[in-house]
């Protein structure tokens, strides 16, 4: 049996964590930390969870030894704290995003302040494990990428090569920022909207350049959405390309991947990637049309912003270090209706 | 390995079914048939399900021999049918609402015609195993009910012996009318709306009264949501009751129920039950309050019209019938946020 | 010219009373006061009104003399403070909750504490022009009803003196609670809920019991909806009732009032009122369905619940006040599709 | 008085121009054409209308004479019976496709068919008064343009020499596929989508081009929201712009426009141009964004595709043909919130 725990677990990502570890037979959760639930059942935060589990929040001050600790606390919280959590578990997954970016000095500028532990950046492989599975195994960590980012890098990742200008267009649902009621998530003034909310240098533009080596021109809309990420990159070809090399690239990257689909039909409401089927699945559905005469490849690419996005990416890490299949635990592949 | 077909596939309630039985090792879906998507993959129909099966979808004229056999055909068509497909399974679990009146006279004043198989009508349990677990053993077959009929049901049965004078007023998801487009599907009409689609005189009503002895007023309004049913089910007592009374009535009637949940908080968004944190889960959360001094007792019931409404249902009468856990393959929790 | 002013415009009502109020050629708005937006535009609040107004808001200190004053101030606020405000302007009419009932002893009752001015009780009539046209002409004044009270008293009160027995399931959307960002607000949690907010003893009730002498049993549930109210009056009879009767109720009571309509249609997607299609509008529609055999009248009544729930009385009492047509300003009919 | 007709008066345009229409009284509605809706009253297509008007729709066979026609038949439908319909009205205003692109080989390719009058073809200015006033009033019709086309060309129109390379992105409502229920339209599997509907080569391409001298790349996302556009429209830029350059750019093609507002503030919820505020509105709110050392500049334009999108338009070009004030009957400034 392997111990789990949580640290930070009162958010969106921590409970999706939760959820994930508590369907787990060959896992233990063993804490779950917050600060604002502490001592109240899991269901207070997460109701969804009731009647599955009689745990309760404890305090962050009272950290428990564990195989695996999954850290969830909010952005610029984790990195001064990182090295004293460390000493508590062998394998530590961070959902923040504070261990995303390798390079101290990129951190500083995307986040206006220096990393409070710049020498353990380079021991959290970026946590996709489509694209650093190796490195998760050998350094035994992982910090899981932005939601957004991983829309745009799954996408852009096969094309990089001959991806020189590329507009990225992304739509997101509320859930993506996070838990903390304030005016701009109001029910009455977010409902229904197309929200130019970051027009121009979102900070996941650090990590898609890092990953990809493009620097994307990116504009990113809240829409009336709770789950889910729906990312539409405009790549601007500088020779036309035909369907099959398309599809050639996707497959050269993606053949064996369990998460990623390709997903392109000649008919049907869902002939590309949709986020509103993905609620709760792990997967990432990509697309693509090419527009004819005018060198543009259009890759859509969508995901589940707290699963792919977030906790599922996590978990499929914590697989992958742990020597597991990829998929357990992350089988359940989203509704329809819904 | 148990043998399971689906009879009438590409509709909601057989997506929901084919999506159940993939899930489950112990079962083999072995033909699941529709005329409409003849010769199709399953994700054609069930975009949820792409990658998870090459299964493609079958004649409804050649029906193979199974040990468990679902009929999710349009209503008014499994009752006349109905005696040759039993020939080809163990176990019969129908999904329509030809099989869940006891008595041919009913059928025929609410649904305006003869019933094709009077005969069998016996031989089918109402699939609540809530209320009819040892009935359907015996008789291996299950009819499931109503969505709109189970979340009253289930919310009433436990007052059935003091609620004399009890008035339903159910609001419900757009996948509650099915896949077939109309007018009043169509998304600008649709959207939005609180209407009044069954005023009064709802079918359903029927099955409330066969199962709990009470003739329910009741009215039923379409809302803004695709999966869920809330049912308020307000009862008029004749006599002032205490909390602790209605929690009695409440144990009595679900103390060990893995599928019923009793949601009633002091604080929180989610003090009473919700629908939308039910989708994809089997659960039925039941909650309730006192009007001081008015001698009423409201009950909310709030269920997945496709699961345990319809499809989650069939399965867990299906567990029961084969003797097995009946939460086997039911376990999704559902999503929050969402 | 009249002059206008608006104590208390950077909430939802007073922003709609503002909208009104810019559109009319015989009104002058003067003043608007908010302490929040102090020396911001209008449309800083309001962003509908970019462009139509160069006005700015002004401290809620320093009041303006002018012919008419609406107050939009929270609940608990004028009260104290009406006095006051009562030498500022020849007519006031306020969109709080504090002059809505008569009786001191009912405010206490409802609102946990002393009424501040007890003695003005009695100078504020009811504001629904159906029901009080002749006091409020005479008193000059009017206090404008809560929004889920004015669906039930208008629905209610063609029938008070044959409902005994009187259950009301009420329908609202999120701006109904109003411009403050809270947990229950959120939109991650708030979005696609059928929430039981108040489940018994919502305080409209006393204001349905002093227009219309019922006192009903009451249940609201907070629904996906930004604007809009749909309330659903269940009336027990003591004895049947036929269409033509409740036709006969219904044109007594509302015969020659221009906002309100009776729904009621054989065929389409809008038989019964539905308050999508009313946003913007002042109308109330009210519809109905008897239940055969069941002795029950149900009532179906729908509104904007800032407009004919808030702001729209407010300005229709304004021009009863005034003795202008009561239409003017108000003629927007609705959107459709919306 | 202006006499008015509406040919084809069932669709969601037709109900936008009848509803403009009967809100004035400078114009009188003579006659309303449907074959679907034959005999019927207004408020049978159009539920906002009820209680407005006592007209009825009548037979496209029977064409009443004139002041001003609104035709606002299928696509494809009216440029063949243009010639006959013209000999009924001193003006025609045209809200289908087939009157907006100049060139008859243009509309071969888009449109896949020969125009049936192609003679008519420039007599009809393209419907956007903003850049065809005087044309209008020379020639006394005008062909309103599509929803897209309108978003993309008055976003684009003040940047048309410097933009060489343009992406635009797009995000519609379910009210721009028009009355007409389907599959891609039912409820459950159009809500919540985020659907690549037209992923390349959108025929409103072709006016984009005419009237911009641009060929866009174009992809169109079908969103959840009822009315309502909301363009991105992503400008490669040879060399740097600063905030002046722009505002010098919209001041000189807008300076005097009643209906484009320049939306752009620091703060608040309502930034940029947001469509959910526009419902009802003629406003086209046009916002930007420079991409700081990335030569790009991000234009956000939001319409209602039924009003400045199609019917409000035609009726603000109605006005101009008239001689009258553009503003008169388009004056509802939306409303927040909603």
Redesign the interface.
Known sequence: MTTVSIIGGSG?VG?ELA?LVL?RKDLELVQITSSSSLGEHLH?A???????SDMRFTSPEEIMDVDVMFTALPHGSSNSRMMELLDHAKHVIDTSADFRLNDPESYRKWYGKDHGSPELLPTFPYGLPELHRAEMVEKGRAAAPGCVATSTVLGLYPFRMIAK?V?V?S?I???AAG??????????????????YA???HRHRAEILQETGV?V?M?V?A??????I?T?I?I?LDKPLADKDVWGYLRAAYRNEPFI?I?R?SK?????P????L???N?CDI?F????N?K?L?V?C?IDNLMKGAAGSAIQSMNVILGLDERLGL????????
Chains 1, 2, 3, 4 share one sequence.
């Not at 049907?268 to 590309?272: K, L, T």
């Open positions: 969106y409970g959820r369907s207070s997460h109701p969804n969870l009731r009647g599955l200008r507009i267009d739509k649902g509320s859930s838990r903390s009621a304030s005016e701009s998530s109001h029910h009455p003034e977010r409902s229904g909207v197309i929200r130019p027009p121009v240098d620097d021109m504009t809309h829409v009336e959405m709770v789950r889910g729906s539409t405009h601007e689909r997903v039909s049907g409401n869902f002939r590309y949709e986020p509103k089927i609620s709760g699945s997967y697309g049309e090419l527009d004819p005018q543009r259009v859509f969508a089988e359940f592949p989203g509704l329809h209706p819904i």
